[in-house]
């Protein structure tokens, strides 16, 4: 008879929380991950070849966190702005601004505001606004990124949002990567 699936739950469980994690606090989930599903194959649980799935999962969430963020950045969005090179033209940043709040949660957080514009005579169904931070070497730290949603043609919108906070940013960016036209 085998054993029940108690570490085979358990490394479900720590590869959903591994998931829904921020990228800097996966590893101690993912680790879960791993030794969980490992000690379900020793101990020869039911279900085994669900822990062998779960266990090649993790390590591939494992891989992918250990690509730098500039490298999936860069060859993820760069044929889909190029293709969309013409439409950035047609909203602008007219205002941004950024804030560390230390005390914000357990770890703190980046606060950012940006206003966009449509300069088009269309409206804009959704902006996508990249958010870069940098250290004071102006090495990358980080970048996330939001959507300004309905903008008519000659208005303006703002949006808020936030940024892992990891405590050496010094400068930061916005940048417009992609306009989407509304119907």
Do not use: C
């Not at 941004?96 to 357990?106: A, M, Q, R, S, V």
């Not at 088009?120 to 959704?126: A, F, L, P, T, Y």
Request: charged share 20%.
């Amino acid at each position: 008879m085998r054993r029940p699936p108690i570490f085979l739950i358990l490394s479900v469980v720590a590869l959903v929380l591994t998931l829904s994690t921020p990228r800097f606090l996966a590893f101690f989930p993912l680790m879960g991950v791993l030794g969980f599903a490992a000690v379900a194959l020793f101990r020869k649980e039911r279900g085994r070849g669900w822990a062998v799935l779960v266990l090649v999962l993790g390590i591939g969430v494992w891989v992918a966190n250990q690509v730098p963020s500039t490298a999936l950045e860069t060859s993820s969005t760069a044929p889909a702005a190029a293709s969309r090179s013409s439409n950035l033209d047609a909203a602008e940043i007219v205002d941004f601004n950024w804030l560390k709040d230390p005390d914000f949660g357990t770890h703190g957080t980046i606060k950012w505001n940006v206003r966009v514009r449509n300069k088009s005579s269309r409206n804009i169904r959704d902006v996508k606004v990249e958010f870069t931070t940098y250290d004071a070497a102006g090495k990358l730290v980080a970048t996330t990124f939001a959507f300004v949603s309905a903008i008519p043609a000659g208005e303006t919108r703002a949006e808020a949002s936030y940024a892992d906070l990891y405590r050496t940013e010094r400068k930061a960016n916005a940048v417009i990567s992609e306009v989407y036209f509304g119907n």
